[in-house]
């Protein structure tokens, strides 16, 4: 697979998906937790707006965990700002 910004980087690595029931005691029911965790280390993200498979050479700040066009769609700079990503100029 290739990046959808660029179409040139060959997006490498693994994301698994894990599993694991819990049994509430507050709710008495179990709730299913379903995580996604790299299995092997990644030269891209998966914006956690578009969708969109996104190499890291493409990405300013990839880990938001979003692409830079949705950082500018949604002004997300006092965001990025705020969890330290980005600093203040």
Same mark, same amino acid.
């Given at each position: 697979?290739k990046?959808?910004v660029?179409?040139?980087?060959?997006?490498?690595?693994?994301?698994g998906v894990?599993?694991?029931?819990?049994?509430?005691?507050?709710?008495?029911? =179990?709730a299913?937790?379903?995580?996604l965790?790299?299995t092997?280390?990644?030269? %891209?993200?998966?914006? &956690?707006s578009?969708?969109?498979?996104v190499?890291?050479?493409?990405? =300013?700040?990839?880990?938001?965990?979003?692409?830079?066009?949705?950082i500018v769609? %949604?002004?997300?700079? &006092?965001?990025?700002?705020?969890?330290?990503?980005?600093?203040?100029?």
């Amino acid at each position: 697979m290739k990046c959808e910004v660029c179409n040139e980087t060959e997006l490498e690595g693994e994301l698994g998906v894990f599993t694991a029931s819990v049994l509430s005691e507050t709710l008495d029911e =179990e709730a299913t937790l379903i995580l996604l965790r790299e299995t092997s280390r990644r030269n %891209y993200i998966v914006c &956690d707006s578009c969708n969109k498979a996104v190499c890291h050479n493409c990405c =300013e700040h990839p880990r938001s965990g979003y692409c830079d066009s949705c950082i500018v769609k %949604y002004n997300l700079d &006092d965001y990025l700002k705020e969890v330290g990503l980005i600093r203040e100029l």
